[in-house]
Each structure stands twice: as C-alpha cells, then as structure tokens.
C-alpha cells in the first residue's frame, strides 16, 4: 500500500532549529510538498520538491532524497508563531496525492 | 483509521456540462469538510467549508451558484462543478475534521475540462 510517515509531534526551543522528517511509499513519484496549517486555517504552502536535493526558501528549507524515499523541512531560528501542523503529501504516478497525518510542531519560550 | 476518499479520481468533461465530486470519511465522523483547489506545483486554496446539515461558507471570490457543496452527512459531502469550463480544470482536494489539529485530506480529484 502506500504510505507517508511523519512523526506525530515535536517540541522546540524558540530560536532554535527543528527537523521534520517524512518518508513516503507511493506508486510512484511526481513532486512532495510540504504545507503548513494553524489550527482552524487552511494549509499554506511551503515548498515542492522533484528533484533531490535542498530547496533553501527563507528559514525554511526542505530536502528530497527520491531513492530513500526521505524528505525533511528545516525550520531554522524559530519562531512562536511556527508553532503549528507541517503536513507532508507525495503526488504518485496516478497524480494523487498521498498525505500524512501532520506533525504538530510545538515552540517553547 | 482517519481515511478520507474522493470520487472520482479523474474525469474529464466537456464545456458546458456539470461534475460531481464526492468527499468520504470512511472511519469516522467528520462534522466539518473543507474543499480545496490546488495549483499546479503549489498552494493549496480553500474554496469552501462546510458543516453538516447547514449552507457551506465560501470564501471570498469562490462563486456559490458555480461550485455548490452539500454536505448531506457526517460522512460525505459533494462539490458539484456547474457549466464547466476549460478554466475549472484543476485539482479538488477535500479534507474532513473532527477538530481544528485533525484535518484528514482526501487524495483529490483531477478535473479536466475540454
């Protein structure tokens, strides 16, 4: 079946830096976004990855590793206000999207 | 658990004619859906949330006589697509909540309009 991993939730420092990982198991592979969504609001995009490689945009950036099947976003010089879900979606071959759960990220003063 | 399914996956229309999109959650009970468009590589946009058994609140510039939404129960609500146009081709994306942090998303459906 197909799948996408990530974890449940993370807590951080405000000014510190935060990992979210995601792995993926899909039918293929056409693009992995990641969106960011405060309780109560629609998701705002964050970045598309195709290609393998860091995709640096601001004090985010993500990473897409196709042949593990791995991606991150990197949250950097944290903010209270970055405190929110990061929700990971992998596009497959039929050009569906395969979603994970979210990843409630909590920031600490 | 938390599955949310969409149908069709993809169709293809003709101009002028009408689409009918279906949003389930399959385990559990959704009191609110939300239907989104996606553009291509990028944002998601919110079109419309809906609770069960009242009118669905658009959001701003999203045309309510074009795009009506019933959500008829705790477990399904429809998107229909009136007088299609080549411009309506995109990707329709709902999602169903129990609470704010829990938005489960469906794998979305690609309209294409010829």
């Known amino acids: 079946g197909q799948n996408i991993d990530q974890p449940t939730e993370m807590t951080a420092t405000e000014g510190a830096i935060v990992q979210i990982n995601c792995t993926y198991q899909t039918s293929g592979f056409n693009g992995l976004f990641w969106y960011q969504q405060h309780a109560g609001e629609a998701p705002t995009f964050l970045s598309y990855?195709?290609l393998d490689g860091l995709e640096e945009k601001g004090r985010f950036s993500s990473f897409l590793s196709r042949s593990k099947g791995y991606s991150y976003l990197l949250l950097k010089e944290l903010q209270m206000k970055d405190s929110a879900s990061y929700l990971c979606a992998v596009r497959d071959s039929n050009y569906q999207l395969i979603w994970g759960a979210g990843t409630k990220l909590i920031i600490k003063p | 658990g938390a599955v949310v399914s969409q149908h069709p996956s993809r169709v293809i229309c003709k101009s002028g004619t009408s689409v009918k999109i279906e949003c389930r959650s399959l385990?559990?009970?959704?009191?609110?859906m939300f239907w989104y468009r996606q553009f291509p590589k990028k944002s998601l946009m919110l079109m419309a949330t809906s609770n069960e058994g009242s009118k669905a609140t658009y959001e701003q510039g999203v045309e309510k006589d074009k795009f009506l939404i019933n959500h008829a129960s705790l477990t399904l609500s429809t998107l229909t697509v009136t007088s299609a146009h080549p411009e309506d081709s995109s990707f329709y994306i709902c999602?169903?909540?129990?609470?704010?942090?829990?938005?489960?998303f469906g794998p979305g459906t690609r309209l294409t309009v010829t």
């Open positions: 990855n195709v």
């Open positions: 999602s169903a909540s129990t609470k704010p942090y829990e938005q489960y």
């Open positions: 385990d559990f009970q959704a009191t609110t």
